[in-house]
């Protein structure tokens, strides 16, 4: 049930993402509801799960995305890494640690999905362009987090799911 | 992941990775025309619907006559630099698909559309994709039954065009919010607001001819070896949902 649920969750976040989020662009850059969902499971259900979503969302985001399999999904795993050790140290039910998380998380997706592109010798954006939408993109989605937190854990106490410990 | 990565670039991969990017087009169709039902559905109260797709007429008809004023000032142009060099034929006579935008790029990185359209219909990366307005972009993947489109908003897209009142020439540079294009200094001649930038073919990159938008905001300085300045794409690339890929010119 559990991964039913969350695979469904991932699907909507990707296929919302890639069909209908780009109405909702903001100085170029439009929410990252795979990004999202990701640490906020995490944030929920602990790092381990957020590592399996974040596999699954990264694959889903891969599919719709110019260049190799595998980019985002190495980019997710960064971010919930990273969540981990903040979500283990600090106030778990405060909304601006999540919100923090996000923003960070999405400081470090996009330096790997970056940096993982010019490794391949892919095309990269100027490094004004990529700073610019990077610091719109970590704003945008931090704005978004606490909500989309306060679904999440709506969302688990109807289906009886038990907070992780990390 | 990493391994994954580099796994799934192989050329030998390219047709696997095809396939698999195009098992969600269709249903980012099915999204895509939920969106619009929703859009329809919300748009009941009042005249609200019937206003929208005034609004839409009027914009498809103002971004038909804004082309065909661009391309009458680039007639003018050719008629006037290169009356013998101009070829209908490039500019009417092209092979064509019609092809659904069924998704939009997951990042803003990479401003790119997914097209119902690919391998099977036809379509080959490199092909030059345009809409009713003017150039949107190439295509960069191919799956059997679907492709991604890198448009020129796009940070790594460039595109070398000329100005239909100057005859200046410059490249156009993707970016977030606005395209950006550089133009080159030519003793006697200054851009100006309001020109059109159009495809020059220069680079074998795109043909001769596609619209890509008017100069807004230019900024020139004589000390300077080029000129910069603002365009006003005609296209948004979030609101297109049909475009035409262009099947028979080849980049060079």
């Not at chain 1, 600090?90 to 923090?100: C, I, Q, V």
């Not at chain 2, 977030?176 to 133009?183: A, D, E, N, T, Y």
Request: hydrophobic share 50%; aromatic share 6%.
């Amino acid at each position: 049930m559990k991964v039913v649920a969350g695979l469904a969750l991932m699907v909507a976040a990707a296929l919302v993402q890639v069909t209908w989020a780009s109405q909702l662009d903001i100085a170029g850059v439009f929410p990252n509801l795979v990004l999202i969902a990701v640490i906020g499971l995490a944030w929920t259900q602990g790092v381990r799960a957020g590592l399996l979503w974040a596999c699954a969302g990264g694959i889903l985001l891969d599919l719709n995305a110019p260049g190799p399999l595998g980019l985002h999904a190495l980019a997710l795993l960064a971010g919930v890494y990273a969540t981990g050790f903040w979500a283990r140290n600090l106030d778990r039910e405060s909304p601006l640690h999540p919100a923090g998380a996000v923003a960070l998380s999405t400081v470090l997706y996009s330096l790997l999905l970056v940096g993982a592109d010019d490794a391949l010798g892919l095309p990269i954006p100027p490094l004004r362009t990529a700073v610019q939408l990077t610091i719109a993109a970590s704003l945008y989605n931090a704005a978004l987090m606490p909500l989309a937190l306060l679904a999440l854990r709506r969302a688990a106490a109807g289906l009886h799911w038990e907070q992780a410990a990390t | 992941m990493l391994a994954l990565a580099v796994l799934s670039q192989q050329s030998w991969a390219a047709g696997a990775r095809g396939t698999a990017k195009s098992a969600l087009a269709p249903l980012e169709a099915q999204m895509m025309a939920l969106a619009s039902t929703v859009g329809r559905a919300t748009a009941i109260f009042g005249d609200v619907a019937s206003l929208r797709a005034e609004n839409q007429r009027l914009n498809a008809e103002n971004q038909d006559l804004k082309r065909q004023l661009a391309e009458l000032n680039a007639a003018a142009y050719d008629n006037k630099e290169l009356r013998l060099a101009l070829d209908f034929q490039r500019s009417f006579g092209h092979r064509t698909v019609v092809a659904q935008v069924v998704g939009r790029g997951p990042d803003a990185f990479s401003l790119t559309l997914q097209i119902d359209r690919g391998s099977e219909d036809g379509v080959r990366s490199g092909m030059i994709v345009v809409s009713g307005a003017g150039l949107v972009g190439r295509v960069r993947e191919t799956g059997p039954h679907g492709a991604i489109v890198q448009t020129l908003a796009d940070p790594q897209s460039r595109a070398n065009v000329y100005l239909s009142g100057s005859g200046l020439q410059g490249t156009v540079i993707g970016g977030p919010g606005s395209l950006q294009v550089q133009i080159e200094h030519r003793l006697g001649a200054i851009p100006s607001k309001g020109e059109w930038a159009i495809t020059s073919g220069v680079g074998g990159g795109y043909p001769r001819g596609l619209v890509v938008g008017d100069l807004v905001n230019v900024t020139h300085s004589d000390a300077a070896t080029v000129d910069s300045a603002l365009v006003d794409w005609v296209n948004d690339p979030a609101a297109l949902s049909l475009v035409i890929v262009v099947t028979d010119f080849v980049p060079s």
